[in-house]
């Protein structure tokens, strides 16, 4: 059987507190593992009736918590088709000749690879890009890593606010408007 929460009275002081521990998912956003506050009165019926505002307030305060995690989880999720247009847009508009012409997609995925690598200090295997390659050479590079298979396995192992923190530094051009 659930029992509910009532008024605790410290054996010592005989005052009447409201404690409660907090859900796991909510203690990091609220800074702690449990709320303790004093109702401040001796008098149990008062405690009682003071009791019901202190926790329809911790309440407020914990649906309060529950939706910044919730924007926090939806700002760290990029959608299949706002991550197509920031990409389309930096092949077509920000993405300069030089080294790395023949494959820009590749090589923007070449240096979020290294990069992460060097953040999260991994051995992640690095592929090398397929600079002058002929098309033999290529066919011949299959069952090996290609660009994006580190990134994919950064993808999976971390959650989206490291591996967005980690790339910073390339995605800032991306993301530049």
Known sequence: MVQMITPW??????????YKELPPHLRGEMGRR???RSLKTRDPAEAKRL???????????MAAAEARIAAQKIADEISPERAKIIVDDFIRNRHSSGRW????TLGLVWWLE???RRVFNTDFPLAGLPMDDSPEALAA????PVPGDCWLDVVRMYPPAE???????????????
């Open 9 to 18: 009275k410290h054996p010592q002081t005989g005052i009447y507190y409201l």
């Open 34 to 36: 449990q709320v303790r």
């Open 51 to 61: 009791f019901v505002l202190a926790h329809a307030e911790l309440e407020q305060e």
């Open 101 to 104: 012409s023949r494959w820009p």
């Open 114 to 116: 290294d990069t992460a």
């Open 141 to 144: 590079k299959r069952g090996q």
């Open 163 to 177: 591996w967005l923190q980690a790339s910073g530094i390339v995605l800032v051009d991306v993301f530049e408007d």
